[in-house]
């Protein structure tokens, strides 16, 4: 088998992409590390304040040309771009798993072609726009329905997924006919950087996709309150995403957030419970549990409770937890140290809230920031780690008595952006589908997204749609256009503010 090099150093990374080309700019050096080894990656200087203008006076220039180009024009240039991209796979794995940490099977089986298929996908999307058939709706005017790009679009980025949360955000952006400012997270920008350079070499008119990497508490302010952008986009914490909304509202701002989760499993009597067992390991564990939809609360069936702690038990006895870059490697590192002492101390702290620590809870010896996959049960309600969002590899478990007891609690969080329930029973899975109130249901399984369907969620866990047809509504703006047919002068209406006189 081969590896995937965990570190590929860059010295004096261009940390931005503005109007077309890359950018050096000139605020604090920043050292991009491989949280697997804690060796450099790349190092590179923060953009600043200044660079955001640039950057949005950059994509405002750009825009009219972008936004006049013809559907079929732009959806040529998003095809090519989803071919290079799938021919530099190689190099979006590597630098994945560089930045983040993340295994390398994962980024080669999910990250990679997940975002490639999702680039092909709007490349279609942008020459089908759907509305209304033009009509004489009032009897002597004639209606019609036109979709504009939005403007320009500020976007926001985490690190948890550079690469699809990048295309999540841009591609329906570009399809919709806007341009593009975005702000990937500081510590992991390689991909948000590889896929401007593919976008242009695919076509796409300088400054209609500018990069800016640097910190939220600067940049990322910046960007969110511009004056001259017409829409914020952002996924990330819901702390963050309120104060990303606030900055947006100054000006009116569009705003489309995608914020944290803290999404229930709910297993009932009749699941198949192998299938149970396996689907809330790989729920929990996918990306090191470093997912707002990863299964966090399972909630248990009173008379499978014991035997899925003890299969759950047994699952993550075995994953093998290593070099990020070994094909054989199930769970890699959390993004950082500072993270995983977040983690970790949310896990000590369960204990005094009735929580059993089943297995995990600790750190392996060595370097990186790496965290055993850990299994919380009998915790309560009001406990901390059942009820905000952990972002780690830690799975909490509480039994329920009935079906109402199970759809209750998987509804008693802030949080609505997925879920799942096991069940062989159709009725069952109808009655969770309907009433778990979050905006993804997986029924038998949790995770799978696929690019023709919507992702996004509910109350703390935001609104607005990425990926799939809907996701482009959400860079478009809808106007009426309505055109009189009679020629009269003298319209019948006007008798309700004038006679003739």
């Not at 997270?185 to 242009?200: D, W, Y």
């Not at 075995?318 to 870059?325: L, Q």
């Not at 009725?427 to 979050?438: C, D, G, K, L, T």
């Not at 749609?465 to 047919?485: A, F, G, P, R, T």
Request: net charge negative.
């Amino acid at each position: 088998m081969s590896v995937v090099p965990s570190s590929t150093v860059t010295p004096r990374l261009a940390s931005s992409w503005i109007d077309g080309a890359p950018v050096q700019t000139g605020g604090a050096p920043h050292v991009l590390v491989n949280p697997a080894t804690g060796a450099p990656v790349a190092e590179y200087a923060l953009a600043q304040p200044a660079d955001v203008d640039a950057a949005v006076a950059s994509a405002r220039s750009a825009l009219r040309q972008w936004a006049g180009a013809t559907p079929a024009e732009r959806s040529a240039v998003l095809a090519k771009l989803a071919k290079l991209a799938d021919e530099a796979a190689d190099t979006l794995v590597a630098e994945e798993v560089s930045q983040t940490g993340k295994p390398v099977r994962l980024a080669t089986e999910f990250d990679v072609p997940g975002s490639v298929d999702n680039i092909d996908f709007f490349a279609g999307a942008a020459r089908h726009l759907e509305g209304k058939a033009s009509a004489e709706y009032s009897g002597d005017h004639t209606s019609s329905i036109r979709r504009e790009a939005v403007g320009v679009v500020a976007t926001i980025t985490p690190w948890n997924y550079p690469l699809q949360m990048a295309v999540w955000k841009v591609l329906p952006a570009l399809a919709a006919g806007c341009s593009v400012v975005i702000k990937p997270a500081e510590i992991t920008p390689l991909t948000t950087l590889t896929l401007a350079r593919l976008a242009s070499e695919a076509g796409l008119p300088d400054g209609v996709f500018n990069v800016v990497t640097g910190a939220g508490v600067d940049v990322g302010t910046r960007l969110a309150g511009h004056p001259d952008v017409d829409m914020v986009t952002f996924t990330g914490s819901t702390p963050v995403g309120r104060k990303v909304m606030l900055a947006a509202a100054a000006h009116g701002h569009r705003t489309q957030l995608e914020l944290g989760g803290k999404a229930p499993f709910v297993v009932f009597d009749d699941a198949d419970l192998d299938a149970a067992i396996q689907g809330a390991a790989a729920g929990a564990l996918i990306n090191t549990g470093q997912d707002c939809t990863a299964a966090t609360r399972a909630i248990v069936s009173a008379g499978l409770y014991d035997d899925f702690v003890a299969g759950v038990e047994e699952v993550f006895a075995k994953i093998v937890v290593g070099e990020p870059g070994d094909p054989d490697t199930d769970l890699g590192p959390l993004i950082s140290l500072a993270h995983r002492a977040k983690v970790a101390g949310m896990v000590e702290r369960a204990p005094a809230e009735g929580g059993r620590i089943v297995t995990g809870g600790v750190a392996p010896d060595g370097p990186g920031s790496f965290y055993r996959p850990t299994l919380i049960t009998d915790v309560s309600e009001s406990a901390e780690v059942w009820r905000d969002e952990i972002f780690g590899p830690v799975l909490t478990v509480r039994p329920f008595t009935d079906d109402d007891d199970a759809i209750r609690q998987a509804n008693d969080t802030a949080y609505g952006l997925a879920a799942s329930a096991w069940t062989r029973d159709v009725y069952r899975a109808q009655r969770a589908s309907r009433e778990i109130h979050a905006g993804c249901v997986w029924i038998n399984d949790h995770i799978p997204i696929i690019s023709e369907m919507p992702h996004g969620g509910f109350g703390a866990s935001g609104f607005g749609k990425d990926m799939s047809q809907y996701s482009l509504e959400e860079y478009l703006s809808i106007k009426h256009v309505m055109s009189d047919i009679t020629g009269v002068v003298d319209k019948a209406w006007h008798r309700t503010i004038f006679t003739k006189r």
